[in-house]
């Protein structure tokens, strides 16, 4: 498919996508969930404590990433229902990283959608836009808060390849309840906190990584999450061979 062409069939792709009453929905959901948790969880905080404590709370992170998976669900129906563009593409290679990257753009979007939510409400309802130091490390608020969105929009784009991977192969009657099953798991994970001191008290657990957790230094903190997020990176590696190889013909 020529560069031309194939940029045309995307913007027509996610024209309709955007165009459509699924993605209206997306749209409801993320205002809802955004002014709620702005209301619920940061109301009289300062911006830079009421942005924290919205994206490391479970609530928040569950109905969240509840959202992105049925974004990347409408995505992914999309992208397999579009025969016209499925066929020109001349490898499973190809449709695969196409379908990787069309579902991971519009998770980011999204994502992208719910920041700026949130940053409307805590306008509108937070009248303290400060920003002091961060409450638990001597570091700038304003890093603190970037780290953690580096770290969702990590996290819920791994999330993603994994759940477009894993529909390749697996039928989604098992694929959405075992993320479901997963996500009820992080929003009950935040009940209490962790203190990590030491390499060998790393999480293992995915919903660590999303909800608030003592580390003994920032850069502590940012290394556990790199080592982390390698390790899962790894694994989309060797999955992704795997669905590669058991995939079936494009478009079936």
Do not use: H, W
């Not at 830079?48 to 569950?62: D, L, W």
């Not at 992080?186 to 990584?209: C, M, R, T």
């Not at 502590?220 to 060797?238: M, P």
Request: aromatic letters at 16%; hydrophobic letters at 50%; a positive charge.
């Amino acid at each position: 498919m020529k560069a031309k062409n194939k940029r045309n069939y995307i913007f027509e792709f996610y024209k309709q996508s955007v165009a459509s009453s699924k993605f209206v929905l997306v749209f409801l959901l993320s205002i809802v969930i955004s002014f709620y948790a702005v209301i619920q969880i940061a109301f009289n905080t300062n911006y830079s404590i009421g942005f924290v404590r919205i994206y490391t709370n479970g609530i928040y992170v569950m109905a969240l990433l509840l959202i992105l998976l049925l974004n990347s669900k409408i995505t992914f129906d999309n992208f397999e229902q579009n025969q016209s563009f499925i066929i020109r593409f001349s490898t499973r290679k190809k449709y695969l990283k196409e379908l990787i990257k069309n579902c991971c753009f519009s998770s980011f979007c999204t994502l992208l959608l719910n920041i700026v939510l949130v940053m409307i409400g805590l306008n509108i309802f937070n009248p303290n836009t400060s920003l002091p130091d961060y409450e638990i490390f001597p570091i700038a608020s304003k890093y603190y808060i970037i780290f953690v969105l580096f770290k969702f929009l990590i996290l819920s784009q791994i999330i993603t390849i994994l759940n477009v991977l894993l529909l390749k192969i697996i039928n989604k009657k098992i694929v959405i309840p075992i993320n479901i099953l997963l996500y009820v798991l992080i929003g009950f994970n935040s009940v209490q906190y962790s203190k990590i001191n030491a390499i060998n008290q790393i999480p293992l657990f995915i919903g660590d990584y999303f909800c608030f957790n003592i580390y003994n230094s920032f850069a502590f903190e940012i290394s556990c999450f790199l080592l982390y997020a390698s390790i899962l990176f790894a694994g989309i590696t060797i999955l992704n061979s795997i669905t590669k190889k058991r995939m079936r013909d494009i478009g079936q």
